[in-house]
């Protein structure tokens, strides 16, 4: 079974600054089968990026992902205020990586 | 628009039993697989079942697997979880999450929560 690590666990950042999180995956993969979300506090997750680097609809051009081997990258170009919150990597539809905060610094 | 409204969550004691289910609209439910995911209180997401189009394959996280049941009526546009001999530890918030292709979990419904407690 694929378990997925992401990190940091917590990342301090200001308004307009790049944001990079990361997903590492425990073995080797076979598919591309990797989806963002982003949760806002008391709210379901969203849909951000699906099949590692297509973004969902209505999810703007500043949201990215790419993969290396069995790394997975999310990477947010200019944060805006709502971006401040949880995001999470999922595989295959099904494992979650634990999550990582994104905070305003 | 697609809506994805969950009912039937409560208190529940230990090894009990409850069945949540989930209304959709807004989109040709048929087409589309349908996952129940979980979160417990300050905790992060787990993945806990799914069922294809047709009903006819169904997948469970090991934890809830003999104990939870998937299930889908198309006729109706809806999803239930039939939750047995339910434990502490599947206290959460239950979300139903529609999904085009099977590995793309794409809309999430607001939750119903779950509590096992005696």
């Known amino acids: 079974e694929i378990v997925l690590t992401q990190s940091p666990g917590t990342l301090s950042l200001s308004p307009g600054e790049r944001a990079t999180l990361s997903c590492r995956a425990s073995?080797?993969?076979?598919?591309?089968?990797l989806a963002w979300y982003r949760q806002k506090p008391g709210q379901a997750p969203r849909l951000l990026i699906y099949?590692?680097?297509n973004r969902a609809t209505g999810i703007p051009d500043r949201f990215s992902g790419s993969a290396s081997g069995t790394d997975f990258t999310l990477t947010i170009s200019r944060l805006e205020p709502e971006d401040f919150a949880v995001y999470y990597c999922?595989?295959?539809?099904?494992?979650f990586g634990q999550g990582t905060k994104l905070e305003i610094k | 628009e697609v809506q994805l409204v969950e009912s039937g969550g409560g208190l529940v004691q230990p090894g009990g039993t409850l069945r949540l289910s989930c209304a959709a609209s807004g989109f040709k439910f048929n087409n589309y697989w349908m996952h129940w995911a979980r979160q417990a209180p300050g905790k992060g997401l787990e993945w806990v079942a799914n069922?294809?189009?047709?009903?006819?394959?169904?997948n469970y996280v090991d934890s809830v697997k003999g104990r939870f049941i998937i299930s889908r009526d198309n006729a109706k546009n809806s999803l239930y979880l039939q939750m047995n001999n339910l434990r502490a530890e599947d206290t959460a918030v239950y979300y139903c999450?529609?999904?085009?292709?099977?590995?793309?979990?794409?809309?999430w419904g607001q939750g119903t929560l779950v509590t096992v407690s005696s």
């Open positions: 999450v529609s999904s085009p292709r099977v590995a793309v979990p794409e809309c």
């Open positions: 099949d590692t680097r």
């Open positions: 069922i294809k189009e047709d009903g006819s394959e169904k």
């Open positions: 999922q595989k295959d539809g099904r494992t």
């Open positions: 073995q080797s993969v076979s598919s591309s089968y």
